[in-house]
């Protein structure tokens, strides 16, 4: 069963029964299993999260600037005419078609940087329609560019600039060169406020960032910690309900770590944990997830993926980790993977039970990747993912298994 408090850090007070529904993800899934590593957009597992979890808010707000904007366009139809409704028509059913790569793809800063390119030229294509350097549909390319900052790093942030600022150019004075020279004040002006919000909006974010960074990162293994947890599971949740993918949860806990820290002290403990947790990411996938949610507790989310498929996960890890010897030590991790949290849970309850070091699902047709057939679960009593303090390597006993 699972821990009270990692329910409540899933599901805060608020969260309706809706939002428990959420949790269990049913469906396919299918992904090549190629590991994924950094790109020039977004060089860390961390910025590739951000990029996704500000595409997904983003998506929320959509309906109001695509609205706004359509209802300027209907009123300025006499004088536009309908080529930039349906551009921003064009605009929007890019955007539907292509969001849903963004969060199940290994290079999701590639699909929302293909998003934003195919509507800035839409837009550039309105501009040269209605005016060029004349055109009052100049600002709109201000819109798109002010989300940079949000979504890529400083890198990406130049070149979409760059980009944005050459169809601005290209759109006016490559359509009217006459019409530029003559009055040139309103390309110019969107150049400036273009410039000046992307250096706010830049200012703003770093200090967010800096600021998030601080409360949402876990100080000794860099992992995300359980604060963007709950968030990010119903986000993906509701992906997977609406795609009718699944999505695949492992619970991680290392065996008897509390005897590392007996033995060794809590400074090998802090080096275990470290080494643990970056063997842990470099066996994942940059989309696929990995929190720390207690002292020697992890949790790994894996969207797309069946159970059978996040059991050759579980096992791949339970093997790295053993193997590596983080610390230099003997250290063996038993994982539970799960539809669910409850599952999950369960079966990493039923993991340690019944000898550790082993990976435990509880369907009746799956069995330990070590050749050991689980036995159904019965009751799991005190659960082994109760949340601990962030201190750096505090251990306790889960339901009275180590």
């Known amino acids: 069963m699972a821990s009270?408090?990692?329910?409540?850090?899933?599901?805060?007070?608020?969260?309706?029964?809706?939002?428990?529904?959420?949790?269990?993800?049913?469906?396919?899934?299918?992904?090549?299993?190629?590991?994924?590593?950094?790109?020039?957009?977004?060089?860390?597992?961390?910025?590739?999260?951000?990029?996704?979890?500000?595409?997904?808010?983003?998506?929320?707000?959509?309906?109001?600037?695509?609205?706004?904007?359509?209802?300027?366009?209907?009123?300025?139809?006499?004088?536009?005419?309908?080529?930039?409704?349906?551009?921003?028509?064009?605009?929007?059913?890019?955007?539907?078609?292509?969001?849903?790569?963004?969060?199940?793809?290994?290079?999701?800063?590639?699909?929302v940087a293909w998003i934003l390119l195919i509507g800035q030229l839409l837009v550039g294509s309105a501009i040269a329609a209605t005016g060029g350097p004349k055109s009052p549909l100049l600002p709109w390319l201000v819109v798109a560019a002010t989300t940079l900052p949000l979504r890529f790093t400083g890198r990406g942030v130049a070149v979409g600039l760059a980009v944005t600022v050459g169809i601005l150019f290209a759109a006016s004075l490559g359509v009217d060169a006459g019409g530029f020279i003559e009055e040139p004040s309103l390309v110019l002006m969107c150049l400036a406020v273009l410039v000046c919000v992307s250096a706010i909006s830049v200012t703003l974010m770093g200090s967010e960032l800096q600021h998030r960074d601080e409360s949402t990162l876990d100080p000794l293994t860099g992992l995300l910690n359980r604060r963007r947890l709950a968030p990010r599971v119903l986000e993906l949740s509701e992906q997977a309900q609406r795609t009718g993918e699944s999505l695949c949860l492992i619970a991680c806990?290392?065996?008897?770590?509390?005897?590392?820290?007996?033995?060794?002290?809590?400074?090998?403990?802090d080096v275990v944990l470290r080494e643990t947790a970056d063997e842990i990411r470099s066996q994942l996938r940059s989309f696929e997830l990995v929190y720390r949610v207690g002292g020697d507790e992890f949790l790994i989310v894996l969207p797309g993926m069946d159970l059978a498929k996040g059991l050759d996960v579980a096992e791949r890890l339970r093997s790295a980790v053993e193997q590596s010897r983080p610390g230099g030590l003997d250290i063996t991790m038993s994982l539970g993977v799960g539809a669910d949290l409850d599952e999950a849970d369960a079966a990493l309850y039923e993991a340690k039970r019944q000898g550790r070091n082993r990976c435990g699902p509880l369907r009746p047709d799956s069995c330990s990747p070590r050749g050991t057939e689980l036995e159904p679960a019965g009751e799991a009593g005190e659960s082994s993912l109760a949340f601990e303090p962030d201190s750096p390597s505090s251990s306790r006993s889960p339901g009275g298994v180590a």
């Open 4 to 111: 009270a408090h990692l329910r409540e850090a899933l599901l805060p007070s608020e969260s309706t029964g809706s939002q428990h529904e959420l949790l269990q993800g049913h469906g396919r899934a299918g992904r090549k299993e190629s590991m994924g590593g950094g790109s020039w957009l977004c060089p860390s597992e961390h910025d590739r999260a951000r990029t996704v979890e500000m595409q997904a808010r983003l998506g929320r707000v959509l309906p109001l600037v695509y609205g706004s904007l359509g209802l300027a366009l209907v009123g300025s139809v006499h004088s536009l005419g309908w080529w930039p409704l349906l551009a921003l028509a064009l605009t929007g059913l890019h955007y539907l078609a292509l969001s849903a790569q963004v969060a199940r793809s290994e290079r999701p800063e590639l699909w």
């Open 253 to 269: 806990d290392l065996d008897e770590f509390k005897l590392v820290n007996d033995g060794h002290g809590h400074a090998r403990g």
